[in-house]
């Protein structure tokens, strides 16, 4: 209300994101608490206004792909049997590490085998990177190893079997380029393909 009467004006508020596993995890009466904050917040700052009503709502919803790789899990059977690809058998938070290696140095027996792998282990920098790694970590692990480029997809089988490119590297003119896939089966899988 000013001295010329009611000013009317149109406001958007939105809510923080949330992630939900599960639906079970969705709780409407934190949403309205998300909503009402902000408004309340615009009006403590001594704007006086006050809601007259709701002109639209939106709930957006995506699905929720997490994709980040750790230790050892079995290649599914239908991916193992086209001998295309080397998960080598870890049990660490390095899975990354040891799939770069097992393309660096492609072991004629056993390719599984973290053995193989492990006296290549100080030919990569991997100073002040955490493991496992994420993917928004690649060009850090790409500029700490300059001669290595690295492409990360992920591969989902359901609902129908597809690839998502999650890191394509900028660096596609290197001598070794390596592609790394994450298998996405209901918990998370590495696997390597060398071109």
């Known amino acids: 209300m ?3 009467g009611v000013q009317e004006t149109d406001a958007g508020f939105r809510t923080p994101m949330q992630t939900l596993t599960d639906i079970e995890l969705f709780d409407p009466t934190q949403l309205s608490a998300s909503i009402n ?4 917040c615009f009006n403590r700052h ?3 206004w006050q ?3 709701v002109i639209d709502a939106r709930l957006i919803s995506c699905i929720y792909r997490p994709t980040q790789g750790s230790s050892f899990i079995a290649t599914p059977m239908s991916i193992a049997n086209k001998k295309a690809v080397t998960n080598v058998k870890n049990y660490d938070n390095l899975c990354f590490v040891w799939s770069v290696l097992a393309s660096l140095h492609p072991a004629s027996h056993n390719p599984g085998r973290l ?3 492990e ?9 002040g990177l955490s493991f496992p790694l994420r993917v928004s970590h690649l060009r850090k692990f ?4 300059r001669s290595i480029s690295v492409n990360v997809n992920a591969y989902e089988h359901e609902p129908v079997p597809e690839i998502i490119p999650l890191y394509i590297s900028p660096h596609f003119k290197k001598l070794r380029i390596i592609i790394i896939i994450i298998i996405m089966w209901k918990v998370l899988l590495k696997v390597l393909v060398k071109v």
């Open 142 to 145: 790409e500029e700490l190893n």
């Open 37 to 40: 904050e902000p408004i309340e």
């Open 119 to 127: 006296p290549h282990l100080d030919q990569l920098n991997i100073t």
């Open 2 to 4: 000013t001295e010329d």
């Open 46 to 48: 001594g704007s006086g």
């Open 115 to 117: 053995s193989n792998y």
């Open 51 to 53: 809601i007259d009503h």
